[in-house]
């Protein structure tokens, strides 16, 4: 198996800030959870920090409350039994069961539930209940949410950086799917149709991740005070491509299963249909390129208005109306993508004869 080696090397680069801001502030919650609140063994203020800031994509605060209500659950539920019932496998069942079934009554989110059980787990296990143990677990849970907010508020990753990489992986998906049907198109290729539809297919998670990194960007920009303007004005060109993206990946899925209906029938094609579709692929990626600057796509613009001149006007049969209908549609969805309104995208379109 080929390892990425330079791919993994790249992710590794992009994550380094959370993995500092992790460490970091894992320490310093530790530190203060010992030596400032006299806790001797504070282990749920470091965790809460890593679990708060993490390497991925998330709500960062919603993690930071079903951590507290799950560490408080478990810690509450454990102490109560096991002070009465003793430690012991079927102890262990029990506590673990109840504080996961009230976890999942008050909160549906994994992590509430999941703390819950495993604070449980300690409590009844490694931990058993001894005065204020209980109150000082849950503490140091909130301490270490806290230290995690504030570690991404004055030392924020690039929000820029994390938007554009996860844009990117979108239009990289969307470009590739219109030159593969239109490859399928121009050879008449019932196998290369089947593979173009596959992997438009297996797009969605790429604008999913694309969703989950703006709005992680835009909850760092809310806790963090530094270049908060910039940062916003940044974000604001992804956020305007982002539906209309999802909406051209929609449209190119319903092309890419039309086009391997009519590959398969034999049913005619335009002639100009793939080279229209290759022309689009060009335009997505230089509006790739364009998104990270603070200018107007106006290349990517230019070229995705030039193919919707040179569609003509003409209706076609069946098979390839219905292809030319979702390429019209395609268009009007990437010019939204780069700022214009749907009243001037589909201006843009030429009229379709009676």
């Known amino acids: 198996m080929r390892i990425d080696v330079r791919g993994r090397m790249d992710r590794l680069a992009l994550m380094a800030p959370s993995i500092a801001q992790c460490a970091l502030a894992a320490a310093v919650a530790w530190l203060a959870a010992k030596d400032l609140l006299g806790h001797a063994r504070p282990f749920f203020a470091p965790i809460a920090v890593v679990l708060c800031i993490g390497v991925g994509l998330g709500a960062r605060l919603r993690r930071v409350a079903e951590l507290?209500?799950?560490v408080g659950l478990g810690v509450g539920v454990g102490d109560l039994l096991i002070s009465q019932i003793g430690s012991g496998p079927w102890q262990v069942a029990l506590v673990v069961a109840l504080a996961m079934g009230?976890?999942?009554l008050l909160d549906s989110g994994s992590l509430i539930v999941l703390q819950a059980g495993s604070s449980a787990v300690l409590v009844a296990t490694l931990l058993p209940p001894?005065?204020?143990g209980g109150l000082d677990r849950m503490v140091d849970a909130l301490l270490g949410g806290v230290l995690g907010i504030a570690a991404v508020a004055l030392m924020p990753a690039d929000t820029a950086a994390?938007?554009?990489?996860?844009?990117t992986a979108a239009l990289d998906a969307l470009a590739e799917a219109l030159e593969d049907t239109a490859e399928a198109l121009e050879k008449s290729d019932p196998e290369l149709a089947a593979a173009a539809l596959e992997e438009a297919r297996g797009t969605q998670k790429a604008v999913e991740q694309f969703a989950e990194a703006l709005q992680t960007s835009k909850e760092i920009i809310a806790i963090s005070p530094l270049r908060r303007r910039r940062r916003?004005?940044?974000?604001?060109?992804?956020?305007t491509a982002l539906t209309p993206v999802d909406h051209a990946l929609r449209n190119t899925r319903v092309l890419a299963r039309r086009a391997l209906v009519a590959v398969d029938q034999g049913a005619p094609v335009p002639p100009w249909l793939p080279g229209a579709l290759h022309d689009l692929s060009a335009a997505v990626l230089l509006l790739r390129d364009e998104l990270p600057s603070r200018r107007e796509p106006e290349?990517?613009?230019?070229?995705?208005?030039a193919v919707a001149?040179?569609?003509p006007g003409d209706r076609e049969g069946f098979a390839a109306g219905v292809l030319v209908a979702q390429l019209r549609s395609i268009v009007v969805d990437l010019l939204q993508a780069t700022g214009a309104s749907?009243?001037?995208a589909a201006a843009a379109l030429p009229p379709l004869s009676d």
């Open 309 to 311: 001149a040179a569609l």
């Open 130 to 132: 001894s005065g204020t």
């Open 299 to 305: 290349g990517a613009r230019s070229a995705i208005l």
């Open 102 to 104: 009230v976890a999942v």
């Open 342 to 344: 749907r009243e001037e």
């Open 68 to 70: 507290v209500v799950g």
């Open 162 to 167: 994390i938007a554009h990489r996860h844009a």
């Open 232 to 239: 916003r004005e940044l974000l604001l060109r992804y956020e």
